[in-house]
């Protein structure tokens, strides 16, 4: 069963959260933002994602990664829900990364033990090991370029991560790695177990946003038929290409 611990709490951290001005959490780095997921939607992913933590391996509980973690809005509400799985947040946004670290010591988040906050480009040398244990992958991808969702399903097969919550469908996904000049066939290797709808508000507005929940279903996402395609793109594209994955 899902664990609701302390709701007032978390409605008090979302609240402290979302009253964050806009303008600190528009990226200084790429990253496009644009609104915010509610806190129904956070919920609604993790019990797609996760499912009744009764099922959970009690010597291997889940480690669930959210790459691109922002103000660790995801990570927190995980904490709060799963008490027995761990959160792992990487971003590159380093006042993003310092917001999520700052709610992290100030004693709003539940279960805060079982979280952790890295200032990471996934890009970057560290990322791999900082995967490590990793069983489930979450990324809300809204504004990351094609060539970061790429690399994030190459780091992905590489550590044998087998179910991922990701924003887009496998057409899309495809679309995005060659607009990456990556050949990268995602066709026969992530099955769509489940897709649903979630919420996003913004300063003014409302909209919807389809949740895609994926199995991995083959470990050769890790890279075999990876290739980078550098022919015709300009060389800095080309050298961040190779750099993301190798
Ligand atoms: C739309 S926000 C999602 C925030 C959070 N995961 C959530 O669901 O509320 C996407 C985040 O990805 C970060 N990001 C984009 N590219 C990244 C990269 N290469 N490495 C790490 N973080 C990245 C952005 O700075 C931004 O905070």
Do not use: W
Request: with cysteine.
């Amino acid at each position: 069963m899902v664990r609701i611990i302390d709701d007032e709490q978390v409605n008090k951290l979302f609240n402290n959260l979302n009253k964050i001005p806009a303008g600190a959490v528009i990226e200084k780095k790429g990253g496009g933002f644009n609104g915010e997921l509610t806190k129904e939607s956070y919920k609604q992913i993790l019990r797609a994602l996760l499912g009744d933590a009764d099922h959970f391996d009690v010597d291997r509980p889940p480690v669930v990664a959210d790459l691109g973690s922002g103000t660790g809005k995801f990570l927190f509400m995980g904490a709060h829900l799963y008490k027995d799985a761990q959160f792992r947040g990487l971003e590159f946004n380093e006042h993003r990364h310092m917001i999520a670290q700052q709610f992290l010591t100030s004693n709003q988040v539940p279960n805060k033990d079982n979280i952790e906050v890295h200032h990471q480009d996934i890009h970057d040398e560290g990322t791999l090991k900082l995967l490590q244990k990793v069983t489930h992958m979450y990324s809300f991808h809204h504004g990351m370029r094609p060539v970061d969702i790429a690399r994030m399903l190459h780091l992905c097969g590489q550590r044998g991560i087998k179910r991922i919550a990701l924003f887009s469908n496998k057409v899309t996904l495809l679309g995005h790695c060659k607009d990456a000049q990556v050949g990268f066939d995602v066709a026969n290797r992530l099955q769509c177990e489940q897709t649903f709808k979630v919420r996003m508000f913004a300063a003014r507005s409302c909209s919807e946003r389809t949740v895609f929940i994926y199995e991995i279903k083959s470990k050769e996402l890790a890279g075999k038929h990876l290739t980078v395609n550098t022919q015709g793109i300009d060389s800095p594209l080309k050298q961040f290409a190779r750099r993301a994955f190798t």
